[in-house]
């Protein structure tokens, strides 16, 4: 009886709430707006609706002129909207058990956060319960991108369960939509898969908890006039800034308008919020365009540059790194003598991998003990890391060095003293991978710890310049002993803001410090981990062919500078592949060069012509590193794939172009490369970079627009090797 009168007097309640929230919203019309795009927005008593979004349009009134809407966002248990079945933007349980829930328009702002961004915030209200939700949309106007996310807020007695809460409901409609994901696994990491969205529900996730990109990287391309291309036709890209699981869902219904809810993965993930909670989620970096996937790809370029990348207009220094040429079996000579060879040939970073901590019986002299443990092996190196520092700055180079502090061997002297600090199942056999456990970042004691051990290592040792933060494990026991019974499903999204906690923490402390983001390789390929990293080991496979495909695929929603592509030995360790030290090279510089050998491995030649390579990098790394992207060949497509940077600097242009012959046979009737970006009037300097010249346009100058319609000609030798490349510079004449 008392449930009933309860339940009556909270109807009643609603309904005068409701009244008062529709008869205070004002009707109204809000205008997003980038260089090239438009969202807008209308409000109508208690619902906001989005009219548009899409290329730029010169009017903003034509936008509202008439035409249909869609909710901006709304509930799968809304009876109210009658949508049952499509896709929505949250289901939330509230304290009392009821399902349902409606959450109403109150009030938009707009704010000018400076000369390039404009931010728009949309605040909702449930009439009948505590709950308010801030939509936000961010837009930065030179490079073409909206963020948005969502942020919702508790404030009654007891607690709401938040069964899914996405950064963005996507609303469009295509006759021949196409879609494409980034999906892969260690060694062929986001390699792009497209095919036709068919009517029904297509689903692009990862659900491993950690190093969620190897698997399947958060970001997507929908086109809406068939597959996706180059430089025409309608796409829309998006990509969400997160580490953990994802999920995008995309429902296209039998009228060809598609819905579509993207963010983090709701899986086992129910969130708990009580009174003055907030849960926020991932930022979606979303764009438009109108010409082609080439022009959103420049968009997120510049963005990332920008906005979505530390120091991201910073050029990378070239590094070798100590892995491939010297992996767990060093001393302390081997590693000065790996330093002094490449400081000769003009190496300017050298960073020191795996196998230098642990002591004892847990000595890290393999994968199986001392990780963990963070102390200096001083068997291995007995002048320790201050010894390294300083024959570094003898050799003129700069010094880094490898840590994965999110893991943990059993063998180990941290785990013999806190067991419970790994993510473990109650009544489970537990399981390893790469013979360690993953430390309960949900756990601020162990949050702690990770941060003290890292500022310790980087206070002790102010002249360590580069953190390599490599993570090479999924969340394989998803239990966590800190988390309380009922909470057990916050692991997925705590782990990462944990992760997330630390890193915050020790940039504040050491903002100098360049990161790298690790995981077995490409895993934490992401905009989440990219805010915190200015750059990413793009796959654990160094096999130059292998790479121009991984390359080519992850360069459509990440810039060069952050992209470490390196040169090593040959046959290649992971592939076995032997490809000729000019073509390793120029594929490793059309991201941030690097080495990934031992120099004392290459003959006088080989030295002589690293030297040479690298002052070639040198001159063009500004070029490639800042410059914007232009796909000339897909080699999914063609065996001579090709690709080219180009910066404008002081009104003159620069371009680096890069291609490569995959296949001798198919060396014959190859036409020219044909250039893009460049100013038809304008005339160019073509110069062939290296020793190896051999186009017929080497020296000549030509008009843009000749360069454009009538392209480069490679001239590919008939005879020799496979795997041949070319680097050009096409140099706007003063």
């Known amino acids: 009886m008392k449930s009933s009168v309860y339940k009556v007097i909270l109807r009643c309640s609603a309904l005068l709430v409701s009244f008062y929230y529709s008869g205070t919203a004002v009707a109204e019309n809000f205008v997003l707006e980038t260089e090239n795009m438009s969202m807008a927005f209308s409000s109508e008593k208690d619902a906001l609706n989005l009219r548009y979004f899409g290329a730029k349009v010169a009017d903003s009134e034509d936008l509202f002129a008439g035409g249909s809407s869609v909710p901006e966002f709304y509930s799968y248990w809304d009876t109210t909207l009658g949508r049952n079945g499509n896709e929505f933007g949250y289901s939330i349980v509230q304290a009392d058990g009821t399902i349902s829930s409606k959450l109403v328009f109150i009030r938009g702002e707009k704010q000018k956060l400076n000369e390039d961004q404009v931010q728009l915030s949309f605040h909702y209200k449930d009439p009948a319960y505590d709950l308010t939700l801030t939509r936000h949309y961010l837009a930065s106007y030179e490079s073409d991108i909206i963020e948005t996310w969502s942020e919702l807020i508790y404030s009654g007695e007891g607690a709401v369960r938040v069964e899914r809460l996405s950064s963005f409901v996507l609303n469009t409609s295509a006759q021949q939509p196409y879609l494409t994901g980034f999906n892969g696994t260690w060694a062929r990491e986001s390699l792009m898969n497209e095919s036709p969205l068919m009517e029904g529900t297509s689903e692009l996730s990862g659900t491993t908890g950690a190093r969620v990109a190897q698997t399947a990287n958060p970001s997507f391309i929908l086109s809406l006039d068939g597959p996706a291309r180059e430089d025409t036709g309608r796409v829309v890209m998006g990509s969400l800034a997160w ?45 438009y365009s109108g010409q082609g996937k080439g ?96 024959k570094a700055e003898e050799f003129g180079i700069q010094f880094g060095i490898w840590v994965e502090p999110e893991m943990v061997n059993p063998k180990s002297q941290l785990y013999t003293d806190h067991p419970e600090w790994t993510l473990q199942l109650p009544n489970r056999e537990e399981r390893m991978s790469r013979n360690q456990l993953v430390l309960d970042l949900c756990n601020p004691a162990v949050q702690d710890y990770i941060f003290t051990m890292m500022d310790q290592l980087l206070s002790s040792h102010p002249d360590i310049c580069y953190i390599k933060w490599d993570c090479n494990s999924h969340v394989i026991n998803p239990g966590s002993t800190w988390l309380p019974d009922d909470k057990q499903s916050h692991l997925w999204i705590d782990y990462v803001k944990g992760y997330y906690s630390v890193l915050d923490r020790l940039i504040k402390e050491h903002p100098k410090v360049v990161f790298q983001a690790c995981s077995s390789g490409g895993g934490r390929v992401d905009y989440g981990a990219m805010q915190r990293h200015h750059e990413f080991w793009t796959s654990d496979n160094t096999d130059a062919l292998d790479r121009i495909y991984m390359q080519w695929s992850i360069g459509h929603f990440y810039p060069a500078i952050a992209m470490a592509s390196h040169v090593t030995a040959t046959p290649n360790h992971q592939t076995g592949r032997s490809t000729p030290l000019k073509f390793r090279f120029d594929v490793a510089m059309a991201g941030r060069l690097g080495f990934e050998l031992d120099p004392k491995n290459l003959n006088p030649k080989e030295v002589e012509f690293c030297k040479d390579q690298l002052a070639v990098y040198k001159e063009i790394r500004p070029v490639v590193q800042l410059g914007d992207l232009y796909r000339l060949r897909d080699p999914d497509q063609n065996a001579d794939p090709a690709l080219m940077y180009l910066l404008e600097s002081e009104g003159k242009q620069t371009a680096i172009l890069f291609a490569y012959l995959l296949n001798r046979k198919k060396s014959d009737g190859h036409e020219p490369v044909c250039l893009k970006g460049l100013k038809p009037n304008a005339r160019y300097v073509i110069t062939e970079l290296g020793s190896d010249k051999r186009i017929p346009y080497h020296g000549k100058a030509f008009s843009g627009q000749y360069l454009i319609r009538h392209g480069i000609p490679m001239n590919w030798p008939r005879k020799g090797r496979d795997y041949l490349s070319r680097v050009i510079q096409i140099k706007e004449m003063n």
């Open 295 to 390: 022009a959103a790809t420049r968009a997120f370029h510049r963005w990332a540059r920008q906005y979505g990348i530390r120091g991201g207009n910073t050029p990378r220094m070239i590094l070798l790194n100590s892995w491939e040429g010297a992996y767990f079996k060093f001393n302390q000579n081997k590693i000065y003598g790996m330093m002094e060879r490449a400081s000769s040939m003009g190496v300017e970073l050298f960073v020191l991998d795996d196998g230098w901590f642990g002591e004892g019986k847990f000595a890290r002299n393999s994968d199986k003990a001392g990780l963990g443990d963070w102390q200096v092996n001083r068997e291995k190196l007995p002048d320790g890391i201050d010894g390294l520092i300083r």
């Open 243 to 287: 580490s953990g699981n994802f999920a995008f869902r995309f429902r296209r219904s039998y009228d060809n308008k598609i819905r579509a809810s993207l963010g983090y993965h709701p899986m086992h993930s129910a969130y708990q919020l009580a009174k003055g909670e907030t849960l926020v989620t991932p930022r979606l970096i979303l764009t």
